[in-house]
């Protein structure tokens, strides 16, 4: 039978996605169903002094207004409010908790009403009197406010002098926009009380992190919820969090004791959280050799005023350069706005970016080639931890990178290239991120009929969880992958962290691998007790699964079928369940790799830009999936796109509000925008990183895109522009 | 009802419309529904009909996840009410497999995997085959082009090219 680990194997889940049957949290139409609508605050700081909700009332068909002078209890301790990924410090928001507005959107009000339209309606005639409060919302204006979190990463030596006595020296700021997920579904979730349990339907990345804070919100006992999320139409990081809908629909279902459902729309989802806004310095000192003397990185980082949301942008440069002189600082701006959290490789796209583009414009200053500065400067070691990595082949992403994109036949001149009316630029850039791993348990129970069900709480938020999870249980147990069948996104399933941070893959795989050899455990004790057992005297190690049968390694001829095992022990299953811990050991730095290369057309006339071509070498480890690892860097490679040339959320600041909170104005990627992207994954064998040698693949997609595209304009039209996105409006002075 | 504070007036100051008979084909089964004239097409396909297949992503006609396809013509049911599609044959993706056995959109899209959340799916797919009908895209670039109002977050646009290229070759 051949390995279905490392095989292009089409998604389990795929016949479910294409035919409608997969059913997402505000998809599950149950008898009686109430709808809630939101009514959100229009002002971001200040009181609510009071709500009539009269106009509504008397709306035939609404049910009731719950508003935070008439909801049913909630805890009181900011400890009941925290969920497995809130920030440290700081007072998680609580929805509809008191009178105080935090930010522009917060809900103020939950319609309930018999049918959605009615709800809709009804939000609107809720008149609300408010106290204004003065509001901040600009992290360029407050800036001289930013304090610096603690960060991981020491100095070394005197960066500062290094950079002055520099021969060759590039310092600049860049900045990044904020930038909201959009996950295509709505934030919807449904609850259902039926005999005094409590089930919910939610858009979530964590159904034990959701279960586990609405037990605590609500004072109920973990076993008399159950979250559920079997199909998670896009997270990005927005469903890391539970987001205010979750607690709006369970207050409800509890005042009215009956089934409820809250959705969002498309504009409220912009008071949920966002990636920060941030400014970047970047200081690169360099000697005549072009080898990097100094490296400075200060981050200024978008908070909300009662959290602090922080992710590192600065420290990248140590997993990627030698310099002997460095500095690193993540400052942050509390705003009023809602607080900022993860979004697709949080600190590495916008702190990459800024150092990539850094790194480009000292290659220009050095007038070396941008892939040959990164090799002069190219570390084996971890430069702030000064320790090995586990694995690294970047050299060979780079080297990789370059011939398939043809890298050896640009010209390094400015406008040097065309192609017709446009100007061509080609640009490259680094990617980095880490090889996570966290505790997660997985249970299989093995049939006498040769099926097995695989199961743990994770989510399969459109990453290919479910067909890496049956590829390589079937691999492990010896069964055609057709016997598999994978159980995610519901919490009674054994303990999973939230997916995110490129984690999932890793921890659940090699947990399969511990729980398979349990069951392979039980499986030879029974093949044992056969009469005459060819496998007598063989320990667990020295078996294998395959083809259902129990192997010997040593020699293939001595084997017992499973099924004859299982029938002989008059076992109808084996269960069991197993815990993978992350490895503690320190040793090795433990990352994963990219290199990126972009090719820009740039109409000379009006500054359009397309991104017509972009190679991506990645070094991951090992590659489950080659067919759903592809979309999912191809995924992130789009999100490069729209970041380098399209995302940005736009304030009204004199207003505290976000001016484009829809999906067409705040512009995503669409289907013309995309043109060649090509993946490459680079060989890299691992076995120190963890047992399968999985390193994961969710961010490192996104990581170094923008900074290629942006260097890449910069070749084609020689305007460097430094503040994302580059939107036609920055090029065109240069025609 | 387990908290007090606000009180309901009483008598209505305001009415939600009478609800309006109408008769739509969905997916070749007569459905008669009863809908107020301000539910779209959308909500009575997922809410009336539990038809959940087509998505919500925006109800401003701006994403494409609720293309569906009305007298074989690719349509936002989002920007449609109920009411104006009285007589009307509709086609969602749960009408498109055929006794079990998939679409050719359908089955290009697993083979290319042309999605990873699944969530713009089913529009793409009902948009893919409202395009095919039209004939007007032969070129990979056409195909973009014309199927620029289905956004997929996810970034699976190459792979749906491919998807809607095979499925064109075997049509």
């Known amino acids: ?735 | 009802m387990t908290h007090s504070g606000t009180t309901k007036p009483k008598g209505s100051i305001a009415a939600a419309p009478e609800k309006i008979p109408i008769t739509l084909t969905v997916n070749g089964t007569e459905a008669k529904l009863s809908v107020a004239p301000w539910t779209t097409l959308l909500d009575a396909l997922r809410d009336h009909l539990d038809l959940t297949g087509t998505k919500k992503g925006c109800d401003h006609g701006q994403c494409g996840a609720c293309t569906v396809l009305v007298d074989g013509r690719r349509i936002n049911s989002c920007l449609t009410l109920a009411v104006m599609k009285e007589g009307a044959e509709v086609t969602t993706v749960e009408g498109l497999a055929h006794n079990g056995e998939l679409h050719p959109l359908q089955q290009a899209f697993i083979d290319h995997d042309a999605f990873q959340c699944g969530y713009c799916t089913s529009g793409q797919i009902c948009s893919a085959a409202g395009l095919i009908a039209e004939g007007k895209a032969k070129s990979a670039d056409e195909i973009r082009e014309l199927m620029s109002g289905n956004i997929c977050r996810c970034g699976a646009y190459p792979n749906i090219v491919a998807a809607i290229q095979q499925a064109m070759e075997r049509s």
């Open chain 1, 1 to 735: 039978m051949a390995s279905y680990i490392g095989s292009a194997t089409s998604r389990v889940d795929g016949r479910a996605k294409v035919t409608g049957e997969a059913k997402y949290a505000g998809e599950f139409n149950v008898p009686g169903l109430v709808h809630g609508y939101v009514v959100d605050s229009i002002i971001p700081k200040g009181r609510i002094v009071r709500i009539d909700a009269s106009g509504a009332l008397g709306i035939a068909g609404v049910i009731d207004v719950l508003t935070h002078s008439n909801r049913p209890p909630m805890a009181d301790k900011d400890d009941a409010y925290k969920d497995e990924v809130a920030p440290e410090k700081g007072s998680p928001y609580r929805p509809l908790y008191d009178d105080r507005i935090h930010f522009t959107g917060q809900p103020i009000a939950l319609v309930l009403a018999e049918d959605w339209e009615t709800a809709r309606v009804a939000a609107s005639q809720v008149r609300i009197e408010y106290q204004k409060e003065a509001h901040v919302t600009d992290l360029h204006a407050e800036r001289t406010r930013a304090y610096a979190v603690d960060v991981p990463e020491k100095p070394r030596g005197d960066a500062e002098r290094a950079f002055a006595s520099a021969a060759i020296s590039h310092a600049a700021e860049y900045s990044i926009p904020t930038e909201h997920h959009n996950p295509m579904e709505l934030f919807a979730s449904t609850a259902i009380w039926e005999n005094g349990q409590l089930t919910v339907y939610d858009k979530t990345q964590g159904v034990q992190n959701v279960q586990q804070y609405l037990c605590k919100v609500f004072n109920l006992q973990p076993n008399a919820v159950r979250v559920m999320s079997p199909y998670m139409g896009g997270g990005f990081g927005a469903g890391l969090r539970p987001q205010y809908q979750v607690v709006l629909t369970v207050l409800a279902a509890n005042a009215l004791k009956r089934p409820v459902r809250v959705m969002l729309t498309r504009a409220q989802m912009y008071a949920l959280g966002y990636r920060p806004a941030s400014i970047e310095r970047l200081a690169l000192g360099a000697n005549s050799g072009g080898t990097l003397d100094s490296m400075q990185h200060e981050a200024i980082a978008v908070t909300s005023q009662f959290e602090e949301f922080a992710r590192n942008d600065t420290g990248w440069g140590n997993l990627l350069y030698k310099s002997p002189n460095a500095k690193f600082e993540h400052k942050l701006v509390k705003l009023d706005l809602p607080t900022s959290c993860d979004m697709r490789a949080p600190g590495a796209a916008t702190g990459v970016y800024a150092l990539e583009c850094a790194m480009d414009e000292l290659a220009i200053a050095l007038k070396t080639d941008p892939v040959q500065l990164r090799l002069q400067c190219y570390s084996d070691r971890h430069q702030g931890e000064d320790l090995p990595y586990t694995s690294k082949q970047l050299r060979e992403c780079y080297r990789q990178g370059a011939d398939a994109f043809g890298w050896s036949k640009r010209n390094a001149e400015p406008r040097s290239m065309r192609d017709g009316s446009e100007l061509v630029g080609w640009g490259m850039a680094s990617g980095v991120w880490e090889a996570l791993q966290v505790p997660a348990t997985v249970r299989i129970v093995l049939t006498a009929n040769g099926h097995a069900e695989v199961a743990t709480a994770a989510s399969d938020i459109g990453t290919g969880t479910y067909t890496i999870m049956a590829q390589v249980a079937a691999d492990m147990l010896g069964l055609p992958i057709d016997n598999i069948s994978v159980k995610l996104g519901d919490s009674t399933l054994p303990q999973c962290p939230v997916e995110g941070g490129s984690w999932i893959a890793s921890s659940v795989c090699n947990a399969i691998a511990n729980t398979a050899r349990a069951v392979r455990g039980d499986l030879l004790e029974l093949a044992k007790a056969t009469q005459d057992s060819p496998l007598s005297g063989a320990g667990v190690d020295d078996v294998a699964l395959i083809d259902g049968k129990i192997v010997s390694k040593r020699d293939a001829g001595r084997a017992v079928s499973i099924a004859s095992a299982m029938q002989s022990g008059k076992a109808e299953r084996i269960t069991r369940e197993e815990i993978n811990q992350p490895s503690e050991d320190k040793s090795h730095a433990r990352n994963v790799h990219s290199a990126i290369f972009a090719e820009v057309k740039v109409d000379e006339e009006i500054g359009i830009i397309r991104v017509t071509r972009v190679v991506k070498a990645v070094a991951a480890g090992r590659i489950l999936n080659p067919k759903t690892a592809h979309s999912q860097v191809m995924g992130g490679v789009v999100w490069g796109i729209g970041m380098a040339l399209h995302e940005e959320t736009l304030y009204d600041h004199r207003f505290g509000r976000v001016m484009n909170a829809n999906i067409a104005e705040y512009h995503v990627p669409v289907n013309a925008d995309i043109h060649d992207i090509e993946v490459i994954f680079v060989d890299e064998p691992d076995e120190m990183v963890n047992p399968l040698g999985i390193k994961g693949l969710g961010e490192i997609g996104i990581v170094g895109v923008a900074a290629a595209i942006a260097n890449a304009v910069y070749h084609a039209t020689g305007k460097r522009v430094r503040d994302l996105p580059i939107t036609l409006d920055k090029v065109i002075e240069f025609a």
